[in-house]
């Protein structure tokens, strides 16, 4: 089947806009994260959702990001009043187990914050 | 240093070479997992090991752990151009009952034809 796809694979924006980014895990993965990923730097986890449970958002960097999901299928992640310090690649991961199995990434989506 | 962290930054070889990259982490784990990067886009699953396991094979990669150091190394041999990316470990952590994986902020693989 299809891997992890996001869109838009390009965004760029303006300070203090608003910006939404989609992702679609694979068919009957119950794990999706998002994470954000800097010019040069490893990850940075934002945000874990796990079937029906209370979303793990221990690592949103402030409550300008935020994230659904819906079920076990699309997610949004979220940023309000957009900065500059925002732009980065966020990535989104399936998995289908909650820990201790590979996660599959989509392609990312590149923000630009100008 | 934060959980994960990738040993060199930055590694140049030449084609037919072997490539070692090592990562050292903090807490305990259940499981380690090597990630490839390509440009900057999405991460490519390449190996998981278990905790209770000390060295795992696929095709020309081999890795290790040492949990008592914790720390692992992946060993790509006889590399190719076409293995020039970047290289992450991730692990879990278990104990803090965070189900997301902390990566190391990767090694850079370029290998030279």
């Known amino acids: 089947g299809a891997g992890v796809s996001q869109s838009p694979s390009n965004k760029v924006t303006e300070k203090g806009k608003d910006v939404e980014l989609r992702c679609d895990p694979i068919?009957?993965?119950?794990?999706l994260y998002w994470y954000r990923q800097r010019l040069g730097q490893g990850l940075e986890f934002l945000i874990y959702?796990?079937?029906?449970?209370?979303?793990?958002k221990s690592g949103l960097p402030s409550d300008r990001f935020s994230a659904e999901r819906t079920g076990e299928s699309v997610s949004t992640l979220t940023i309000q009043r957009t900065q500059q310090e925002d732009s980065a690649v966020y990535l989104c991961?399936?998995?289908?187990?909650?820990?201790?199995?590979?996660?599959?990434f989509g392609p990312g989506t590149r923000l630009t914050v100008l | 240093s934060q959980q994960g962290e990738e040993d060199p930054q930055a590694l140049s070889i030449q084609e037919g070479e072997n490539a070692t990259m090592n990562c050292s982490y903090k807490t305990s784990i259940n499981n380690l997992q090597w990630y490839r990067q390509n440009s900057g886009r999405g991460l490519v699953h390449l190996i998981l090991i278990r905790s209770n396991e000390r060295e795992k094979h696929s095709g020309r990669l081999r890795v290790t752990l040492d949990t008592s150091k914790k720390s692992s190394s992946l060993l790509i041999t006889a590399s190719r151009a076409a293995d020039t990316a970047s290289y992450f470990c991730a692990t879990d952590a278990p104990d803090t009952g965070r189900r997301a994986l902390t990566f190391g902020s990767g090694t850079r693989l370029q290998v030279q034809p």
């Open positions: 991961a399936s998995s289908p187990q909650p820990s201790g199995s590979p996660q599959y």
């Open positions: 959702f796990q079937g029906n449970s209370a979303p793990d």
């Open positions: 068919s009957g993965h119950t794990a």
